[in-house]
């Protein structure tokens, strides 16, 4: 391991060396070169004079409505299950099969060897399949993309983040679920999965094979470039400006040091694939999301009183579009968009990681997805829009309908005007959230690049200098040039895998079917008194 990660730093130092020199230039060129692919992804379609939608936007959003009204509100009837699945309350019947299980045969004796050796495909558990999707979700987009919808939108924005939440949970569980159902298993385990398989080998299936290959080249084409974008560069960046400004390093390099550092971080970890991914969020998630929810409660708790009026301001913004140009369409987009941004719901980006679980029923990991928008944008998005809205309700340093200059600072000021000294805190946390997002985007972009180029150590390790050379770059430039790109990148994605995901709509509620009837034929068994295998291994 040592000699490749000495590979990559030596492959990576005349880059880095360039970068030095020319911060502001790299500032510069990357917004001339990105520019028209941002322009065109989010190109308004005029309705009226004054009513036009980013037509990405309303793909995104009727893909979401369309899945929660097919799979009849999946997204809250199947909320207790997802809860009792992570649990490992059917783990039973997940990694055997429930025939095998709790079928006419109680289980006994020799059947036991033969139950272990017929386990199910798949790398991880539910809980680290979650926790390496979540780790690529919450994150800055939670701290900073909330400050940039408030500070665009106002605080009716963050009604519309809630909704677009609760919205992409159905979207997760079809994509999830699709990414386990049709994932590619390697001859030593490893797995691969994601849109590039299922829009591959899922519309071949339905006849439209050819259709599938070109979707599925379009959305690995998008997801590298998402890894590098949202997955990277807004995450370095905005790491990179709550450490110099903690700090007070004022260099014109200092963002660029930092993420020379962050690089060789990232580094140490992505070498190690999947598993080792999984084993690093499966820590780092929960206490890095534990600390910041607890610093958002006590803010809240101390400002107890002013709750109320802050949920009137968001509802009153969410439909008067009240401090922003464009007004109530204004608003609903920056909401949508951010939350969007933050959950990656539709984008499809989970179901790379989640292909990777242990299980034979697709499903099951589906309902486990679905919980991914609730948590990231429903619950951690809303804490933060109201610690932001109650902490200046003064009006002292937040304006409405502004241009995008600050994202994480902004968020730092409002936390420390209630808890002095806090930013030293929510820099190691939001680290840690940078530090975690990008790991797992890592893991995204490089199956995208597999599914172009081929597995191999040659075009892995081409990959893996490029995805590091752009913490560098993302960490280097300003924010308004890293967002406009990593929205479209990540936006780009959603197009192929929404279009897909609908064509197979009819194969997921097979699946969901499937499971759910697995799991009543456990619940009847153990009714009935048959022998629980958990009890035996």
């Not at 492959?11 to 322009?39: E, H, R």
């Not at 783990?91 to 036991?112: N, R, S, W």
């Not at 939670?142 to 106002?154: E, K, P, T």
Request: hydrophobic residues 50%; proline residues 2%.
């Amino acid at each position: 391991m040592k000699k490749k990660l000495l590979s990559l730093l030596l492959l990576a130092i005349p880059m880095l060396t360039f970068a030095q020199s020319t911060t502001d230039k790299i500032d510069t060129v990357f917004k001339d070169y990105t520019g028209w692919f941002v322009d065109a992804i989010f190109y308004e379609i005029p309705f009226t004079e004054t009513f036009q939608l980013p037509w990405v936007l309303i793909v995104l959003v009727g893909g979401a409505l369309y899945f929660t009204f097919y799979f009849k509100f999946i997204n809250f009837t199947g909320f207790k299950t997802a809860i009792q699945v992570v649990r490992g309350k059917y783990e039973d019947i997940e990694k055997h099969g429930v025939d095998t299980l709790y079928g006419d045969q109680t289980p006994g004796g020799d059947v036991f060897e033969t139950i272990k050796d017929e386990s199910a495909d798949g790398e991880v558990s539910h809980f680290q399949a979650l926790t390496a999707a979540l780790s690529a979700t919450v994150g800055l987009g939670n701290i900073a993309g909330v400050a940039v919808a408030l500070s665009i939108g106002g605080p009716g924005a963050t009604f519309w983040m809630i909704l677009a939440g609760l919205l992409g949970m159905a979207s997760k569980f079809a994509e999830c679920t699709l990414g386990v159902k049709y994932r590619d298993v390697g001859e030593d385990g490893t797995v691969y999965g994601g849109p590039m398989y299922y829009l591959t080998k899922g519309l071949k299936e339905k006849g439209a094979g050819g259709f599938g290959k070109v979707l599925a080249v379009l959305f690995a084409i998008f997801v590298i470039g998402g890894s590098f974008g949202g997955g990277n560069m807004f995450q370095a960046n905005q790491a990179a400006a709550q450490f110099t400004k903690l700090f007070e390093l004022t260099g014109p390099n200092a963002g660029l040091y930092f993420g020379i550092v962050m690089a060789i971080l990232v580094a140490v970890v992505i070498i190690g694939g999947i598993k080792r991914i999984a084993s690093v969020t499966e820590k780092v998630v929960p206490f890095m999301a534990g600390i910041y929810v607890l610093a958002s409660l006590i803010i809240l708790f101390a400002n107890f009183s002013l709750i109320d009026d802050a949920f009137g301001l968001i509802f009153k913004g969410a439909f008067s579009g009240l401090g922003i140009a464009g007004g109530l369409i204004g608003v609903m987009i920056q909401g949508i968009r951010r939350g969007a941004f933050s959950n990656e719901a539709g984008v499809g980006s989970a179901a790379i990681a989640h292909s990777a679980v242990r299980t034979k029923y697709p499903a099951s990991e589906g309902i486990v997805a679905l919980l991914e928008p609730f948590v990231d944008t429903v619950v951690i998005c809303t804490m933060t829009a109201l610690v932001i809205i109650i902490t200046n309700f003064d009006g002292q340093f937040m304006e409405y309908g502004v241009e995008i200059k600050e994202g994480v600072e902004l968020t730092a000021t409002a936390f420390d005007s209630v808890i002095p000294h806090f930013s030293v805190v929510l820099t190691i946390a939001v680290i840690l959230f940078a530090f975690s997002t990008m790991i797992s985007w890592s893991y995204y972009g490089m199956q995208g690049w597999k599914f172009l180029f081929g597995r191999g150590k040659v075009t892995d390790l081409v990959y893996k200098i490029l995805f590091l050379f752009f913490v560098v770059v993302g960490a280097s430039i300003s924010l308004g040039a890293v967002i406009g790109f990593s929205d479209a990148m990540i936006f780009a994605m959603v197009v192929p895998n929404i279009i897909g995901v609908i064509m197979l709509s009819p194969v997921i509620k097979k699946e969901l079917s499937k499971y759910m009837g697995a799991i009543n034929k456990k619940e009847e068994a153990i009714e009935d008194g048959a022998v629980d295998i958990n009890e035996h291994m």
